[in-house]
């Protein structure tokens, strides 16, 4: 029994410890090597991925997107060696081969174009696509390639890259499906990765490339600044020649070699020229010559230097005709130059521009340098503004000049006429002195008795020669004053003066039946005078008065004192001066219209008066209306000093 028993006994604990064993290797022992599969299989991959994350970076240029790309791909292909790993890349509806991992027969030709029906749906769905054989499939096309690879089975895992870009995908091919569980989210990896990491280069290429826009356009703005400035400083500087050019002809030069002369050389000085010259147009010769004071050409060379206007071969011809300004970069070489005076100054660079004032062309202005190519457009443009100041400049000083000439033949001129004047007159009064003398003589009785009218001829005579040496005596007086006679100045009683020529006039205003009288009060302050002259002009005025005034008239000559002046006056009730001609009566030979015929004189008198009075620094004038008589005025400045006594 207890046999049976531990028999019994020992039958279970062989069948537990036999089911023990079943169990484990039936259920545990599957499950714990799975598990430790699985576990490896989780390391692995944890490994792959911390691997090739660390190694990922965000490519810069486009071109190294590439090189990340093969590094994935051969870190797969190293996680499954067994594998054929194929990259596709879409385009134009095809897929082309852009790169491929495996032991292959023959090499395959990269950049081919493939086209199968599962690589179009695979990428259309966006998913991982598996054909565990791909002959169940129609993959006709694609024999040739599958069978280089000595791929059987393939799980295709589409990718999208950036934007814009092409679509990309993966295809995992092997003998066998068996791989295809392990190989799943490795595949799933790549593809995210290499998709993330186009976008973020993308990006960066788009950033890289907007910075790189931007630095191109800061670039052009800085370059466009440079330009600005250096347009600036040139405007500056046209600005300072210009203001130097028009200073010059405001300036103290006052004839036309040294005012052309000193703008010429700020033109040079400006435009870093060799050569500047004016050629202007000689009317009598039909020529252009070059004027004096031109830059860089001796005046030797330059009397060299003249262009027939008939010569069209010349540049400077041109420009004077046609008005176009002209420019080369070498005169010495331009068929459009005469290279004779190119060559004789050795110029290259030429700009001829022409000077013209308003309508009328008056020459040309040609700027020359012994470096070719050195003028621009822009100097040529400032140069015709310069040339336009520069006609007016020389117009300025060709009308000072001939004004200037034109005084000088005047007052040449007048200085004969003066000198004549006294010689004739002085001539003259001799023998009118010694007539004078005879007749009064004769008519005296002191030789013989005379008849009545032998009597009446001599005084005509006698009559004539009077107004012949009163005449003189004016035009003499007249070049005198003209020339530069000296008043003797003096302290003068204007008064006195009066007085003394009222009663010189008494006789002859009674003989004209004309009541005379002195007004002017004694005591009037003393001015600085000539006594002669005033003396003379006081007569002269009285004996208008006498002789204009009339039979029956009244003259009366007054003298008052008005501030810093003495003002003397002879009044009449004549007739008095139309007021047309009462601005006429000061001047030279002069005379009234109704006066001409009916009243002897010389049309001198208050020429003579006026400029005596001015010389003495004082003013004459006249009054009159028409029916009412005249009233000449002069006032002569009182003398500064007190009287003395
Ligand atoms: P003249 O007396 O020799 O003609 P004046 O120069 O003295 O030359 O005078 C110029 C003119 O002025 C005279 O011809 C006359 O017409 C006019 N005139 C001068 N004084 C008077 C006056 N008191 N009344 C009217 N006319 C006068």
């Known amino acids: 029994m207890l046999q049976e028993l531990v028999g019994a006994g020992a039958l279970g604990a062989a069948g537990a410890f036999g089911a023990y064993w079943y169990l484990k290797f039936r259920d545990v022992l599957p499950k714990e090597s799975a598990l430790r599969a699985s576990q490896k299989a989780l390391a692995d991959f944890t490994t792959f991925t911390r691997e090739t994350m660390e190694r990922a970076y965000a490519p810069e240029q486009p071109e190294h997107y590439g090189d990340i790309t093969n590094y994935y791909l051969i870190k797969l292909h190293k996680a499954f060696p067994d594998s054929s790993i194929l990259l596709f890349e879409k385009g134009a509806g095809q897929w082309r081969l852009v790169n491929y991992l495996k032991h292959f027969k023959a090499e395959p030709k990269l950049l081919t174009s493939y086209k199968w029906s599962a690589l179009d749906r695979s990428s259309a769905e966006g998913e991982l696509l598996r054909f565990d054989d791909v002959r169940a499939g129609d993959y006709a096309g694609m024999e040739e390639l599958f069978s280089i690879f000595g791929v059987r089975s393939a799980l295709m895992c589409p990718f999208r890259p950036a934007a814009g870009a092409p679509e990309r995908l993966i295809l995992f091919g092997a003998q066998s499906p068996a791989l295809f569980d392990a190989a799943h989210p490795y595949l799933r990896f790549v593809a995210s990765q290499l998709s993330s990491i186009s976008k973020v280069s993308d990006k960066l290429f788009s950033l890289k490339k907007e910075a790189d826009q931007l630095k191109s356009e800061v670039n052009a703005v800085v370059k466009e600044l440079d330009v600005a400035g250096s347009r600036l400083i040139q405007r500056a500087k046209e600005r300072k020649a210009l203001y130097e050019v028009v200073t010059k002809a405001a300036g103290p030069d006052k004839d036309a070699q040294s005012?052309?002369?000193?703008?010429?050389?700020?033109?040079?000085?400006?435009?870093?020229?060799?050569?500047?010259?004016?050629?202007?147009?000689?009317?009598?010769?039909?020529?252009?010559?070059?004027?004096?004071?031109?830059?860089?050409?001796?005046?030797?060379?330059?009397?060299?230097?003249?262009?027939?206007?008939?010569?069209?071969?010349?540049?400077?011809?041109?420009?004077?005709?046609?008005?176009?300004?002209?420019?080369?970069?070498?005169?010495?070489?331009?068929?459009?130059?005469?290279?004779?005076?190119?060559?004789?100054?050795?110029?290259?660079?030429?700009?001829?521009?022409?000077?013209?004032?308003?309508?009328?062309?008056?020459?040309?202005?040609?700027?020359?340098?012994?470096?070719?190519?050195?003028?621009?457009?822009?100097?040529?443009?400032?140069?015709?503004?310069?040339?336009?100041?520069?006609?007016?400049?020389?117009?300025?000083?060709?009308?000072?000049?001939?004004?200037?000439?034109?005084?000088?033949?005047?007052?040449?001129?007048?200085?004969?006429?003066?000198?004549?004047?006294?010689?004739?007159?002085?001539?003259?009064?001799?023998?009118?002195?010694?007539?004078?003398?005879?007749?009064?003589?004769?008519?005296?009785?002191?030789?013989?008795?005379?008849?009545?009218?032998?009597?009446?001829?001599?005084?005509?005579?006698?009559?004539?020669?009077?107004?012949?040496?009163?005449?003189?005596?004016?035009?003499?007086?007249?070049?005198?004053?003209?020339?530069?006679?000296?008043?003797?100045?003096?302290?003068?009683?204007?008064?006195?003066?009066?007085?003394v020529s009222v009663s010189t006039m008494l006789l002859k205003a009674k003989e004209g039946s004309v009541d005379l009288r002195n007004e002017a009060p004694r005591g009037l302050p003393q001015v600085n005078a000539d006594t002669r002259w005033i003396s003379q002009v006081i007569d002269n005025l009285v004996i208008n008065a006498i002789k204009y005034a009339g039979k029956g008239a009244q003259v009366k000559v007054t003298g008052v004192e008005k501030g810093e002046v003495v003002v003397v006056c002879v009044e009449d009730n004549g007739p008095g001066i139309p007021a047309e001609e009462q601005k006429l009566v000061f001047d030279k030979f002069y005379r009234g219209r109704t006066s001409v015929n009916q009243v002897p004189g010389t049309g001198l008198g208050l020429a003579i008066s006026k400029s005596v009075v001015e010389k003495h620094g004082g003013k004459i004038w006249l009054e009159s209306k028409p029916g009412k008589g005249c009233k000449f005025c002069f006032a002569l400045p009182v003398a500064k000093t007190p009287k003395e006594g």
């Open 259 to 499: 005012g052309c002369s000193s703008i010429l050389n700020i033109v040079a000085k400006m435009m870093e020229a060799d050569v500047v010259a004016t050629l202007l147009f000689d009317e009598s010769k039909n020529e252009l010559v070059v004027s004096p004071g031109a830059y860089g050409i001796s005046d030797e060379d330059r009397m060299l230097y003249s262009i027939p206007v008939s010569n069209q071969a010349s540049a400077s011809v041109r420009t004077f005709l046609s008005r176009k300004p002209f420019i080369t970069e070498d005169a010495q070489d331009d068929p459009d130059v005469l290279t004779r005076y190119a060559k004789l100054w050795e110029i290259h660079s030429l700009m001829i521009v022409p000077i013209s004032l308003h309508d009328r062309i008056i020459g040309v202005m040609r700027v020359g340098s012994r470096r070719k190519d050195f003028f621009t457009p822009d100097q040529l443009e400032f140069l015709s503004i310069i040339a336009d100041e520069l006609a007016i400049i020389i117009e300025m000083f060709t009308l000072y000049e001939n004004l200037s000439r034109t005084a000088q033949e005047l007052g040449q001129l007048n200085k004969m006429k003066d000198e004549f004047l006294a010689t004739v007159s002085h001539e003259l009064k001799t023998p009118l002195t010694t007539i004078k003398g005879f007749v009064s003589v004769i008519l005296s009785g002191e030789v013989g008795p005379l008849n009545e009218q032998q009597t009446n001829f001599l005084n005509v005579t006698d009559q004539s020669v009077n107004r012949l040496t009163s005449l003189i005596t004016n035009l003499l007086d007249l070049s005198r004053l003209g020339g530069k006679v000296e008043m003797e100045l003096g302290r003068v009683d204007l008064a006195e003066l009066v007085r």
